[in-house]
Structures are given as C-alpha cells and as structure tokens.
C-alpha cells in the first residue's frame, strides 16, 4: 500500500546527519514532487540534548535514547550517522529486525560487518544503503550496482581519503613538511584531532573493501589489504619524485587477475599526465576499468557535510522509493563468495628507493650486485650530494615481486658502504 508519508528516524546529528537534514530542509519540496510523497523527520537520537544545533525541529523531535527511534513503529527509514561500530552494529541490527529499512555512511562498520548486516536486510525484506560510506559526494556505489553492472571491473584505483590527499597536496606544492601540513588540515577541519585512521591509511582500507567488494563480487576481510600509511614520506621523497616525472599520492587499488584479487593501500608514485595526479587537496577520484566501458572516471569531493549529506539524502529518496513501489530487494552482496587473494609478497611493483652511502668508488657496482643477485632490474638512478664523505642516491626499478625487492633490500644492509635506507615507496604507471 502506498503511503503519503514517510517517516524518518536519524541515529546522530554531527557533521553529516545536519548536513543531510538541511538538504531536505531546503529542497524537501522538490523531493516530494520526485517522489509523489512527503518525508517527515519524526526522530532524532543524540548524545546531548542540551547542545544547540543548527536545525528547525521541534526540541521535541529529540531524544537520547536509540531505542525511540529504532523501536518506533512509525519510523519507516533509519538513518543511521552516530559513527563508531559496536552501537551503530545494534541499532542497525534492531532497526531492520523491526522492519525498517536503513541508510548509513559508517564505512568502519560495513567493512567489518557489512556481509553481516545485509545478510539480516535479506532475511527481513529490507536494505541497507550506503552511498555515502565512500567517496562522499561522490556517486560510487549505485553505479557499481546498477551502471556498471554489465562489466567485468578489472581494476579499481583511486585517492579516496581526503585528508592525505591534502597534507600531500600541501607537500608537493607548497613545499610544507608532513607535520606542518598535517597541522595545517586538522586547523582547517580536513583531519581529525588523533589522524591516525587518515594518516596510517586504515580509512582508506575500510573504503577500499566497501568498493572492492562490489567491484568484484566478493566477499573483502580488512586482513586481505596491505596497508602501508604516508607517515614515512618525507618532502625530498615529493621534490626527487617531480624530478622523476611523478606525483605522490595515497592510492587505494583493487584488481582482479585470474580470479584472485590484488588488494592494497599505499603512498604511490604516479606519472604526473595520469588523471588521478592532478587530484588536489581534500578532493576524492576513483578510477575504474571495466572489460566493456573501458577506463572510468569519478571525481568530487570525498567529505564534508553537505556533500555527504547529499549522498545519504539520495539513499533516503532511494528506500523511499523501494518502500512506496514495493520494490523487491535484491542485496547481491549477500550472495558474495569469497575469492583469492594474492599475498603481498607475491605482488609485482615498481619501487623508488632512496639511500645513503659513502662517497667512494666502487659503490654503484656493489648496489649492482645486491639487486642483480636478487634479480632485480634498474631503470632510473639519480645521485644527489649529501654531507661530507656521502652521496644520496634514488634509484627506481622495473616491475618485480615484492619477495624479489625485499631479498635485495636485505642483501643492501649488508654493504658496508651503504650507511641507510631512507625510504622505499612504490610506483605506478
């Protein structure tokens, strides 16, 4: 039976929830002529009930308690933007046992317990949407389901947390050192006060088993990516890679070769004609090849209330939709098996390899040796004047397996003449 109303319950109010409750505030006329039917907001949980917020509900449209919202049988969608995992797991769990549908951007949770809490939606008849768990604004998973649905995706690559992207964008143009334009993007509200999710890569991990799930039909544990964060790269890493034709940037990368999948999060060289290296501050692009479409392209901003408020409002407008049509519900995602992965030390890349070691003849020919021996190839080598008696020196390789790279790095620390490695970073072409 169709309805005229629709009601929705919210989990939190921060930064996104407000951002998503001024959208449909401002353009909630234009949404219920798309619809055919009118949104009302008929609870709001929050933590502090005394805190003054920027909204034009009723002081009696809030309460403290989840449990008003996900319990209240005329709450037909829970918007779920409370943040942290082991809450938010309940109350979603609680609301779609209650026969409700769900909307979330808690990309910490659906990384963890995704498979989990689709698996319950199936069984209710209901769904979770979660458009707004990546990429912010950006429009990401519908067209993974729905546009791109004919296509074998090969590969997904992309910048996808906002916060390194800035402090690397700070590095490469203004010539800031890590600490300074970390400082600078937690003043200008683009990095938390602890940045350690950003900054270690672990946010852009979450996201990356969210979009790589759907990319390839599987099912993605959080252990399957190698993670490696943009705490170890330094400003002369930035200035040695631009001499070299590169950008550095914190990609996250999926692909899918011969049925096993290629999972990782990592600061990565890049040739700076490619589309990603121009990427700049908080800004988010995801890049996908699909077997039919060829290379795709999504770009915008990946944070922020109002363009994640976007991104939930459309799921909202979509479960209304799915309520009022009386949709059937297919979640593929529970359909998911499991596949492959291939573990990193079996990966092939290109690395970028700066050092130091004595100023003396004959140094070259030993680094020749060490890497022969491992039988990794050179491309590049560049040698820069150091302090007295040392030379710097950047080398970057042809592809080999990371096994391969390793064995050579521990074959270099028994060199006398090389006094440290000073950073190892990958490249993509």
Not at 189 to 200: I, L, R
Not at 354 to 367: I, M, Q, S, T, Y
Request: aromatic content about 6%.
């Amino acid at each position: 039976m169709q309805k005229d109303v629709l009601r929705i319950g919210f989990l939190g109010l921060g930064t996104v929830g407000t951002g998503a409750l001024k959208i449909l505030e401002k353009n909630g006329v234009e949404i219920s002529r798309k619809l055919g039917l009118r949104l009302e907001v008929k609870r709001v949980a929050v933590r502090n009930l005394n805190k003054l917020r920027d909204t034009n509900l009723a002081p009696g449209i809030f309460t403290d308690n989840t449990d008003h919202v996900v319990n209240d049988p005329e709450i037909d969608i829970v918007v779920e933007v409370m943040g942290g995992v082991d809450n938010a797991r309940k109350a979603i769990t609680r609301a779609l046992e209650n026969g409700k549908f769900v909307v979330t951007a808690n990309k910490d949770l659906l990384a963890q317990f995704g498979v989990e809490l689709l698996a319950i939606a199936k069984n209710q008849g209901k769904n979770i949407f979660y458009e707004a768990s990546v990429g912010g604004g950006i429009p990401l998973i519908r067209p993974l389901k729905h546009c791109l649905a004919a296509n074998r995706i090969e590969k997904v690559m992309g910048i996808i947390n906002g916060t390194t992207n800035y402090i690397l964008t700070k590095m490469s143009c203004e010539g800031r050192e890590f600490e300074e334009a970390l400082a600078e993007a937690q003043e200008k509200g683009f990095a938390e006060a602890d940045p350690a999710s950003d900054v270690e890569g672990r946010d852009a991990a979450y996201k990356l088993a969210i979009l790589a799930s759907l990319a390839f039909s599987s099912k993605i544990d959080l252990d399957d990516i190698y993670v490696e964060g943009i705490g170890g790269v330094k400003l002369r890493d930035i200035r040695y890679a631009q001499e070299l034709g590169y950008t550095v940037k914190l990609l996250a990368m999926g692909e899918e070769t011969e049925g096993r999948l290629k999972l990782r999060v990592h600061p990565t060289l890049i040739p700076t004609l490619h589309p990603l290296a121009a990427v700049a501050n908080e800004f988010n692009a995801i890049f996908l090849v699909g077997d039919a479409v060829g290379e795709v392209m999504f770009y915008g901003r990946g944070a922020g209330s109002l363009p994640t408020g976007s991104a939930i409002c459309a799921d909202i407008i979509d479960a209304a939709r799915c309520i009022n049509n009386e949709v059937e519900n297919g979640i593929v995602e529970a359909t998911f098996g499991r596949k492959a992965v291939v573990p990193i030390e079996e990966q092939q890349s290109r690395f970028y390899l700066r050092l130091k070691a004595k100023d003396e003849p004959g140094v070259f020919a030993k680094l020749a040796t060490a890497f022969g021996e491992a039988e990794v190839s050179l491309d590049m080598i560049m040698q820069k004047r150091s302090e007295a008696g040392t030379a710097e020196i950047v080398l970057v390789t042809h592809g080999v397996s990371e096994g391969k790279f390793a064995k050579a790095m521990r074959a270099l620390e028994e060199v006398q003449a090389i006094r440290s490695i000073n950073s190892i970073l990958r490249v993509v072409e």
